[in-house]
T-cell receptor, first 120, second 108 residues
């Protein structure tokens, strides 16, 4: 069974940094593209960033480009999101999500989320 | 970027009702569309991909249709477990992947 567990969220001041992790199990992690999707309180879903199975290709929403970095360690079955220069508008629940094997861009499995709050 | 617009934003219905949610794309996405269900405080759950293919384990009362720019999610005979928020998502363009604004189905 696929299991995705996010961690690393918390309260951070504007301009601060945070690193999120997503521990994966139940599948061959390195064979699957992964993404981070966030949801601000009371709002809809927003794709944030994606990475190929090998880690060689990365993608970012314009709203986080230059501030966030997605990476993965396939030997540890873990996905990361390094977040710098955080703003109040980055406050959200952050989900890691697994794409299907054949590369389609929808999300077959989701973690339970980790909450990031940016406030002074 | 491809914009996704859902309607209505809120829908009040009763158990047993037939419910239809519409999702429109700002340009053709052929059938590269997924639907998700999200309950309060929980992660989204995939219901349908490629516009009309039901994910394994999803009840057959859920169905999807459409192509190009207009899509629908239909729930025949709404069940108590179906009261939730539903999102569409296009994956024709990978960067960025975009979601609709959501449709909340609540109890009439």
């Amino acid at each position: 069974e696929v299991h995705l567990v996010e961690s690393g969220g918390g309260l951070v001041q504007p301009g601060g940094s945070l690193r999120l992790s997503c521990a994966a199990s139940g599948f061959s992690f390195g064979n699957y593209a992964m993404s981070w999707v966030r949801q601000a309180p009371g709002r809809g879903l927003e794709w944030v960033s994606g990475i190929s199975g090998s880690g060689g290709n990365t993608y970012y929403a314009d709203s986080v480009k230059g501030r966030f970095t997605i990476s993965r360690d396939n030997s540890k079955n873990t996905l990361y999101l390094e977040m710098n220069s955080l703003r109040a508008e980055d406050t959200a629940e952050y989900y890691c999500a697994k794409r299907p094997a054949f590369g389609a861009g929808y999300f077959q499995n989701w973690g339970q989320g980790t909450l990031v709050s940016v406030s002074s | 970027d491809i914009q996704m617009t859902q309607s209505p934003s809120t829908l009040s219905a009763s158990v047993g009702d037939r419910v239809t949610i519409t999702c429109r794309a700002s340009q053709s996405i052929t059938t590269w569309l997924a639907w998700y269900q999200q309950k309060a405080g929980k992660a989204p759950k995939l219901l349908i991909y490629k516009a009309s293919t039901l994910e394994i384990g999803v009840p057959s009362r859920f169905s999807g249709s459409g192509s190009g720019t207009e899509f629908t999610l239909t729930i025949t005979s709404l069940q108590p477990d179906d009261f939730a928020t539903y999102y569409c998502q296009q994956y024709s363009s990978f960067s960025p992947l975009t979601f609709g604004g959501g449709t909340k189905v609540d109890i009439k």
